[in-house]
């Protein structure tokens, strides 16, 4: 696959392709952190992972593993920890039991159904080892990645799109060549402090050349109301930055991309900030957003919507 620049040409209205000598490989891999120990939901987490949390009828991590398959991934890679045998169980073949029972009861449909989820895709899983923060799961999954683009996103949050988040920002990856992040508007003042903001110049409508990320820096300090969140598409030079990173790294500092990706930046390495259209993000990393979450996903729901429509109209407003 090439890079593809549309030139119009000015002695006419003829546009010619030029087709750069760069290749720009495919994004066939992704890389799920699901390594947190869910804190905010104990004692519900003590046994199972808050990435098997339910959305009605699926657990949380499959949607995001859904929509990277919708999106072209073939492999996907799941960093877990100690406690997440379940989110491998979950990906893998329908235990003979189960298989026995839904026959006996001409379950076929629900057969099915399961069969299908452990064909979505390659799954490797790798236990997670190194210091506290999102760049370990990277690392962990470097040799797994090699020299290819890939995404990177989280197993508790997400933005459900049209056309998938992942497909659009792999669509500008086609384009450029360049790391992309997932980015939408924040509204609220509390998101200033919980997400990190975009300092950059805008390159067209929707996508900005970032130039930094501030962290969590409250509404009187961001640059803009441009946030970072939930997924990027990294190119492989990522991993070099990270090495660097993790050898400077302070005792007791927690590792996070950021630092690496701000290096690339500084290098001139393109970090493109795609503010995903018509999206939606939803956070179920902590209790209210989950509800939040699973009422609207109970109120989308083809078979439940409706009369679950009904019981919420029901009950008494405080």
């Known amino acids: 696959m090439h890079k593809i620049l549309l030139k119009r040409s000015s002695v006419s209205s003829r546009v010619t392709i030029a087709v750069m000598s760069t290749t720009i490989k495919p994004v066939r891999k992704a890389v799920i952190?699901?390594?947190?120990?869910?804190?905010?939901?104990?004692?519900?987490?003590?046994?199972?992972?808050?990435?098997?949390?339910?959305?009605?009828?699926?657990?949380?991590?499959?949607?995001?593993?859904?929509?990277?398959?919708?999106?072209?991934?073939?492999?996907?890679v799941i960093v877990t920890g100690y406690h997440k045998r379940s989110v491998e169980d979950h990906f893998d073949h329908t235990s003979a039991e189960l298989r026995a029972n839904l026959k006996k009861g001409n379950k076929i449909e629900l057969l099915e159904e399961t069969r299908k989820i452990s064909q979505l895709a390659n799954f490797a899983y790798i236990r997670q080892k190194g210091p506290y923060g999102n760049g370990t799961p990277l690392?962990?999954?470097?040799?797994?990645?090699?020299?290819?683009?890939?995404?990177?996103?989280?197993?508790?949050?997400?933005?459900?799109?049209?056309?998938?988040?992942?497909?659009?920002?792999?669509?500008?990856?086609?384009?450029?060549?360049?790391?992309?992040?997932?980015?939408?508007?924040?509204?609220?003042?509390?998101?200033?402090?919980?997400?990190?903001?975009?300092?950059?110049?805008?390159?067209?409508?929707?996508?900005?050349?970032?130039?930094?990320?501030?962290?969590?820096?409250?509404?009187?300090?961001a640059p803009s109301n441009l946030a970072s969140v939930s997924g990027y598409l990294?190119?492989?030079?990522?991993?070099?930055?990270?090495?660097?990173?993790?050898?400077?790294?302070?005792?007791?500092?927690?590792?996070?991309?950021?630092?690496?990706?701000?290096?690339m930046i500084d290098d001139g390495q393109e970090i493109i900030a795609c503010e995903i259209k018509n999206g939606r993000y939803y956070d179920t990393g902590n209790k209210l957003e989950y509800l939040k979450t699973v009422v609207e996903f109970a109120l989308a729901h083809p078979e439940l919507g409706e009369d679950f429509r009904a019981y919420i109209k029901s009950l008494s407003v405080v």
Do not use: W
């Open 234 to 263: 990294f190119t492989p030079e990522i991993f070099g930055y990270l090495h660097t990173a993790l050898t400077e790294l302070q005792a007791g500092q927690e590792f996070y991309q950021q630092t690496a990706m701000q290096a």
């Open 139 to 221: 690392l962990n999954a470097e040799h797994l990645i090699g020299d290819e683009p890939f995404i990177y996103t989280f197993a508790d949050d997400f933005v459900v799109a049209d056309p998938l988040r992942f497909r659009q920002m792999i669509d500008v990856y086609a384009r450029t060549g360049s790391s992309v992040l997932t980015c939408i508007r924040v509204k609220d003042d509390e998101d200033y402090k919980r997400y990190g903001i975009i300092a950059g110049e805008q390159i067209e409508d929707g996508l900005s050349r970032v130039r930094t990320i501030i962290e969590k820096p409250g509404k009187e300090n």
């Open 33 to 76: 952190a699901a390594a947190g120990f869910g804190t905010r939901f104990l004692p519900q987490t003590k046994a199972m992972p808050k990435e098997m949390l339910p959305l009605v009828d699926k657990p949380i991590i499959q949607y995001i593993v859904e929509e990277l398959v919708q999106s072209g991934i073939e492999d996907i």
